[in-house]
Each structure stands twice: as C-alpha cells, then as structure tokens.
C-alpha cells in the first residue's frame, strides 16, 4: 500500500478507510456473477458495497485533491493528460482510481456486463478539475500537442497530406481542410475518430502555413446515403452497447482535447518550457474554424458546431441532439448552447429531442448560412476567405474569452467528468443501445 504523502492523521485514518472499503469491493464482485447474472439482492449487495467505497473516495478527495495532484505531477512541474493522470493515480494511490488490469477485464465485455469501475475515474477526475490550481493546470496539459500529432507533422508539412483512419487532412491554399472520412457508419464517433480528430487539428494549428481550418463530412458509401456527403451520425451507439466507448478516451478526451483546442488553441510549444523563449503575449496557437453541414449533424455533430467561428449548412440539412432520448449528456452542449439559441429553444433541443431543419427561421440561431446544396462548395469558399486575416485571430479570442470563460468551462467539465460517468452505467442507457444495437445488427 502507498503512504499517502500527508502528515495528518486524520487523512491517514480517511486514506485507510478508503483502501479497505475498495478491497471489499473487489472481494465481493469477485464472488458475484457477471452482471447480467446477479440477482436483484446480488445487484444491491454489489452496489452497496462500491456506493460506500465511492463516497469514501469522494470525501477523501475533496480534502486532499491538490496534495494527490501535487504528487501525481511532481508540484505542477509535469503535464499529464487525463489518460496519463489516472493511470499514474492507479499506481501511486491504489484504490483510488481503478487499475489498468481492472479496466481491461471491463473493456472486453458489453456495456451491460461491466461493474462502472469507470465511475470511479469520474470522481477522481471532478476533483481535480474542480480545484483551482489543479483543475487549470491539467486544462493546459490537455492543449498541449499529443506526441502522435509530433510525430507526424514533418510528413505533413511537407507533403500537406495527412491520411487516417476516421479523418484526411490537407493543406490546401493556406486551408486545413480536415473531412471525416467514416464512409460506411456517418461518421458515428468513436475512440479512433477522437484519437484522428485531435491529431488533425494538432498539425492544422502547428502549421505555419495554414491560416484557416475547415471541417466537412466526406462521401459516404453507407447504403441509405451512398455517394452523398454526410457531416457527422454522432456517438457510435453500438460501439457504446458493446462496451468500446471509454470516459476517459472518448467522451472527456473529446471535450478536453481537440474540441477545447478549437476554442482555445495549442499550447505553444516555446510556452511549455516556461523559460524566456515563451511566448509572452500570445501563449496558444489559434486559428479561425469553418464547418459545413451536409445532411445532418446528429448529436456530437451538433455540438461540434457550437464551437466553430462560421457554420454553413446545405438546405436540406438538419441538426439535432437526442443525448436525453439515449439517455447521456449532450457534451458541452447544455453549457454552450443557450449562448447561441436561448433557454427555451435549448430544452427543447436537448431535453425533448427537438431537430432543427436548415430551413427553419430557428436555424439561423445556430447556422450562419443556409445555402441550395450545389451551392454550397463556393459558399465555404467565399467563408475561408472572409476568415483569413491577423485581426480575425486577435478578436475570435477576445469574443472566446468573453463568451466562455476558462473558469466556466473548467467548473462545467468538472460536473460534466462525473455526471457522464454515472450515465454511461445507467439502466436505461444500457437497454437503449442495446436496443439500438439489436436494430442495427
């Protein structure tokens, strides 16, 4: 057992108690069946046991998250990002977060036969980004350029060209031209595509040679849309129902990582030394942002539109968020999209699963043109163009600055790290994916 680097002994008797409530719940699962199995007194029998652990943990961690942090990070001297962090959380404090081995036994199994192991991620996680010198610091850790994009960018910058799996990413007339290329699913998101986004927008924002980014769905060779361009069918729901979507990996690593870096920027890489070649008056790397809709921007589409600087959409599009009808948060949606379409029309939205048309009035709180599908490839064009200039650059960060505060973004997340957690193992999300995923088989 680690010593928790704390002198009281009020925190080595909370410490204590913390490990042993953690070694009773794995003592106890191990003697339960799966999941699926248990019967009603063995799913209260499992559930009281982690509930007492869970609020163990939390109360531990609200006394002494910045000491756990401090630790983790070598006093703020090392940048972890979340995956680094809670992994280095399952090593130096045990019990606290879930191990690696605990994670890959779950990661095999259906949504529905897993223990929510991960829920314990998301207290840890709320804790750390609800402190006020450990929650900036790990934002910044998350802006930082992940080492994938840093291996890849001599390639791109010289051949402008960029193929993965779920994203290609051209460099064309001063353009990052990014285009979602999961043909045959819609450009449903997964850990992949989250991976293939960041490292997108990464090269995008370290280029020097690119002044504008662009984001557009691809060609699709899906049966129901063959050979027609479709911007985003949201989160995989039968990758969720089979268990391959992760907190950490997928929906805090999208908010955090690449999402954030559209608002925000890169950390520079001069800035991340501290030392006199920091780059003083402008310490990220920032870019204006294009998106444009073709088809429809479901769920996570929808969101990502929220943080674009101008968004077009063809005629024919629609944009909706039925987070509520599968049953989990919509992102940072309920945090950003009041700002653009009210109260009322956001619960509408995000509460009874109200879709937009492109050509409804509504539309245009939330898309800046709406234009005839074959016109739409000019349009962009004519936007890029509107959008490249240094001044646009100084006054998309002071709007950002006004419009999303760090601090406001940093509490919602820290709310968002927990909350989500508990809805990926709620019942009635896994019996509507599963569903889902029975429909679509």
Known sequence: MTTVPLEQETARQEWSALTEAAERVEKTLASLPAPTRRTPEQRDVAEAVKNRARALRARFLDAHDDTVYDRLTEGRTRSLRIDELVAAAATAFPGLVPTADQLAQERGRPQADKDGHEIDQGIFLRAV??????GPHLLDAMLRPTARARRLLPEFLDTGVVEMESVRLERRDGVARLTMCRHDRLNAEDNQQVDDMETAVDLALLDPAVRVGLLRGGEMSHPRYRGKRVF??????????????SLVDFLLR???GYIHKLVR???????EDGGDSAVWHAPYIEKPWVAAVDGFAIGGGAQLLLVFDHVLAASDAYLSLPAAKEGIIPGVANFRFSRYAGPRLSR???LEGRRIWASEPQARLLVDEVVDPQELDAAVERSLNRLDGEAVIANRRMLNLAEEPAEAFRAYMAEFALQQALRLYGEDVIHKVGRFAARSS
């Open 129 to 134: 980004l609800r402190s006020p010198s450990a």
């Open 232 to 245: 985003s069918a949201g989160i995989n729901l039968k990758y969720l129902s089979s268990g391959d979507i």
């Open 254 to 256: 999208r908010e955090l």
């Open 265 to 271: 920027g890169l950390l520079a890489v001069d800035a």
């Open 348 to 350: 509408q939205v995000i």
